[in-house]
């Protein structure tokens, strides 16, 4: 079957059961996409499809229908997305290992609300989990990104 991942098509080999993660990680060598908790609730392997963040764990490669964007194609190294930019001049990160499912949830949340409350941030990042607690870094990047994102 043909997926197409942030602006490439691939031909993948596999049962149209098997979980777009690994699809992404053992297939493709896309590794920005992360192992959290396998049943959808940390966030972790979080990606967009159509723009619409998926826990991609429990998304069969086979109903996959549109494009799928990970970290990866989120932005490049000289021309990174503003959520990206506003992650490492927050440094958010501390292990890092959520970092990705939560950049990409505040894309999403972004590219529908420039202008995101309080409110908005944790509703949109509530089920993106990480246990370094690095939450109040993650709203003011997301606070950072908004403001970046409107003045563009």
Known sequence: MKISVNGQ??????????P???VLRDELGITGV?????IAMCGACTVHIDGIPT?????????VEGEITTIEGL?????????QAAWIKHQVAQC???QSGQMMSAAALL?????????DIDDAMSGNLCRCGTYP?????IKAAAQTIRSA
Request: glycine residues 10%; proline residues 6%.
């Open 9 to 18: 098509t691939h031909e993948v080999d596999v049962e149209p059961d098997m």
């Open 20 to 22: 777009l993660l690994w």
């Open 34 to 38: 992360k192992y959290g908790c396998g």
């Open 55 to 63: 826990r991609s764990c429990q998304q069969w490669v086979g109903d």
């Open 75 to 83: 932005g490049t190294p000289d021309a990174l997305h503003a959520v």
């Open 96 to 98: 890092g290992y959520c």
């Open 111 to 119: 590219a529908e609300n420039n202008d995101p409350s309080d409110q």
């Open 137 to 141: 870094r993650i709203r003011e990047a």
